[in-house]
T-cell receptor
Framework: SQQGEEDPQALSIQEGENATMNCSYKTSINNLQWYRQNSGRGLVHLILIRSNEREKHSGRLRVTLDTSKKSSSLLITASRAADTASYFC????????????FGEGTQLTVNP | DTGVSQDPRHKITKRGQNVTFRCDPISEHNRLYWYRQTLGQGPEFLTYFQNEAQLEKSRLLSDRFSAERPKGSFSTLEIQRTEQGDSAMYLC???????????FGPGTRLLVL
């Protein structure tokens, strides 16, 4: 079964608005990574947040991690049409050593 | 600094044929991973290498699948006797060490007719 679950499955907003996507997971993790995927393309890495971190920023991206609730959120501020893509969270769990376990993703559509 | 590359980008084959994909990781990354992604789903782990050693294989990797990384650089993923259910995007990723960012290639899209 998937370790991570994203919420919502789909999100449609207007350009300039903020977009928030959530991810929940089941087991203890070493780190959590967010990726973006444009239709039919490879995955682009956005942010890695470690289990001892609570918040990270990168440009218009803000990621939070709550290990007590086993959840993370990705906030994209001042969205642009070019942000339209699928967004995945992926967890690297302590016992597995190295594999990433992905959720099913959130499809974000930013309307111009 | 070149990223992860994969070849071919697209492959169409008939059921029962064998196919082989190649992945070239980022230079000096000793960890290399293979994932499979079907439409509307997130990627699923198949296997990974540390240098030339294959350290973990998913139960998704049936006997028809084999992966190699003979000199600890590029890797190949072979699927024998392809089935329609093998149709998917095959993604390769590399990282410099454990607990670090995995960088993905553009993927090889396989269609089995």
């Amino acid at each position: 079964s998937q370790q991570g679950e994203e919420d919502p499955q789909a999100l449609s907003i207007q350009e300039g608005e903020n977009a928030t996507m959530n991810c929940s997971y089941k087991t203890s993790i070493n780190n959590l990574q967010w990726y973006r995927q444009n239709s039919g393309r490879g995955l682009v890495h956005l942010i890695l947040i470690r289990s001892n971190e609570r918040e990270k920023h990168s440009g218009r991206l803000r990621v939070t991690l709550d290990t007590s609730k086993k959840s993370s959120s990705l906030l994209i501020t001042a969205s642009r049409a070019a942000d339209t893509a699928s967004y995945f969270c992926a967890t690297e769990v302590r016992v597995s050593g190295s594999r990433l376990t992905f959720g099913e993703g959130t499809q974000l559509t930013v309307n111009p | 600094d070149t990223g992860v590359s994969q070849d071919p980008r697209h492959k169409i084959t008939k059921r029962g044929q064998n196919v082989t994909f190649r992945c070239d990781p980022i230079s000096e990354h000793n960890r290399l991973y293979w994932y499979r992604q079907t439409l509307g789903q997130g990627p699923e782990f198949l296997t990974y290498f540390q240098n030339e050693a294959q350290l973990e294989k998913s139960r998704l990797l049936s006997d028809r699948f084999s992966a190699e990384r003979p000199k600890g650089s590029f890797s190949t993923l072979e699927i024998q006797r392809t089935e329609q259910g093998d149709s998917a995007m095959y993604l390769c990723a590399s990282s410099p060490r454990t607990w670090e960012t995995q960088y993905f290639g553009p993927g090889t899209r396989l269609l089995v007719l």
